[in-house]
């Protein structure tokens, strides 16, 4: 099966043969995090006795995450409690993505953002200087469904940004379609559209796409997508690396976001299969998405340069 797969789409499994032509061609290695780093809190095997390899081989590490739950600043704190140093610069995640697609379009600072989401979406619109609203303060809201109930918005809001929300309500849903349905003008940003996500390290569970796709039903609007697979993201670390995308790696455990960002974007890929892709979907011949690589995890990088 494995020859089927190489034979359709030159993807090879990673192995002690290849692995240096990757190696030696590669700058900067670009790492999803939940199935790749780890999965929920824990650590994936390996993952920082890799890292630390590669960082001392001179190659340039940037974790890129479609989970906007988190700040850059929270995602620092996170690496640092796994045992894991990486400084705020190296992360970009969604939550980032989101405010960073604002300033990009010169958002007016004047008007505010509604946020279906979570703290790291409202904590970075703070730090790029918008008035972030919602978020978990809406978490507990409720509406009443009532003859002559008028639910208020806030006209100010300009734009409405959906992330992966576990506290999602209606409440929620009923102020980000008003604000995006009667606010003149008012974007529609979602930081991803995954479906599922590694929230713990035993279950995949809905994921931002759920998220949006709420709104998107009852707005009959479609948003901008900031996080993976958009060209966006890499536009942005193209401007802040100056590093060809040729000589870049993107290693991820989702085909529909991880590898289909990296081969937009004509960088190398590998795909591990510690996450959600499981071997299985990258054979399925419905499956028109293929790395150039494929492995279980992230430390056989280490594993086959030694070997």
């Known amino acids: 099966m494995e020859d089927a797969i190489e034979n359709s789409a030159t993807t090879e499994r990673l192995c002690s043969k290849n692995v240096k032509a990757?190696?030696?061609?590669?700058?900067?290695?670009?790492?999803?995090?939940?199935?790749v780093i780890w999965k929920g809190d824990k650590l994936i095997d390996g993952v920082p006795?890799?890292?630390?390899?590669?960082?001392?081989?001179g190659k340039k590490l940037i974790f890129v995450t479609n989970n906007s739950t988190k700040s850059r600043k929270k995602y620092a704190k996170k690496f640092q409690m796994l045992g894991v140093t990486v400084s705020e610069e190296e992360i970009f995640c969604s939550s980032f993505a989101a405010a960073m697609y604002l300033k990009s379009i010169n958002f007016p600072q004047e008007k505010k953002v509604y946020v279906i989401g979570e703290e790291g979406i409202l904590e970075e619109l703070e730090v790029a200087g918008y008035t972030g609203l919602g978020g978990p303060d809406d978490g507990?809201?409720?509406?009443?469904?009532?003859?002559?109930?008028?639910?208020?918005?806030?006209?100010?809001?300009g734009a409405v940004v959906v992330g992966l929300d576990q506290y999602i309500n209606y409440y929620k849903l009923q102020y980000a379609t008003l604000c995006i349905r009667e606010n003149p003008g008012c974007l529609f940003i979602a930081t991803n559209r995954d479906a599922v996500g590694h929230m713990t390290d035993l279950q995949e569970w809905p994921?931002?796409?759920c998220m949006v796709a709420a709104v998107c039903g009852s707005t009959q609007k479609e948003p901008v997508v900031v996080g993976k697979p958009s060209t966006f993201l890499m536009d942005f670390l193209l401007e802040r690396f100056c590093i060809d995308t040729s000589k870049m790696c993107m290693v991820g455990d989702r085909l529909d976001t991880d590898i289909l960002f990296g081969n937009n974007a004509g960088c190398k890929t590998l795909l591990v299969l510690s996450g959600v892709t499981?071997?299985?979907?990258l054979q399925d011949p419905s499956n028109k998405i293929y790395p150039d690589y494929y492995t279980g995890k992230v430390s056989d990088i280490l594993k086959f340069l030694g070997s």
Do not use: I, W, Y
């Open 22 to 35: 990757l190696f030696d061609t590669v700058e900067a290695f670009l790492f999803d995090c939940d199935g």
């Open 49 to 57: 006795q890799t890292l630390e390899m590669l960082r001392s081989k």
């Open 140 to 157: 507990d809201k409720r509406v009443q469904l009532k003859p002559n109930f008028m639910f208020n918005h806030d006209k100010s809001v």
């Open 207 to 209: 994921g931002a796409g």
């Open 278 to 281: 499981n071997l299985s979907a």
